[in-house]
Nanobody, 128 residues
Framework: QVQLVESGGGLVQAGGSLRLSCAAS????????MGWFRQAPGKEREFVAA????????DYADSVKGRFTISRDNAKNTVYLQMNSLKPEDTAVYYC?????????????????????WGQGTQVTVSS
């Protein structure tokens, strides 16, 4: 079992930056692959980024590649999402999620159904 709590969301102007954090409880955090997803009003939840248990492999949605960076600190039981060059279309509730394994193919990591644990979300609003 793992419980996830996101923080770091807020209001930022277009072009600005935010860093989201996801703190995990439980001693097995380092065993999990982690992901970030987001959901804008009226839209389906979409994949943002994923990272393997060591932090050595990552996947990104095309829409955030080059602007967002996912990382983790297993000693602190925390995964991060550094978001730069933010755009109004990045406005959404951002969720972190955990699953047992990091897929060898990107589509597997993009699939929200493969994640068994979810946080409550943190709001990110980017003004134009």
């Amino acid at each position: 079992q793992v419980q996830l709590v996101e923080s770091g969301g807020g209001l930022v102007q277009a072009g600005g930056s935010l860093r989201l954090s996801c703190a995990a409880s439980g001693r097995t955090f380092s065993s999990y692959a982690m992901g970030w997803f987001r959901q804008a009003p009226g839209k389906e939840r979409e994949f943002v980024a994923a990272i393997d248990w060591r932090g050595g492999s990552t996947d990104y949605a095309d829409s955030v590649k080059g602007r967002f960076t996912i990382s983790r600190d297993n000693a602190k039981n925390t995964v991060y999402l550094q978001m730069n060059s933010l755009k109004p279309e990045d406005t959404a509730v951002y969720y972190c999620a955990a699953k047992w394994y990091f897929s060898s193919n990107r589509e597997g990591n993009m699939n929200s159904l493969s994640y068994g644990y979810w946080g409550q979300g943190t709001q990110v609003t980017v003004s134009s």
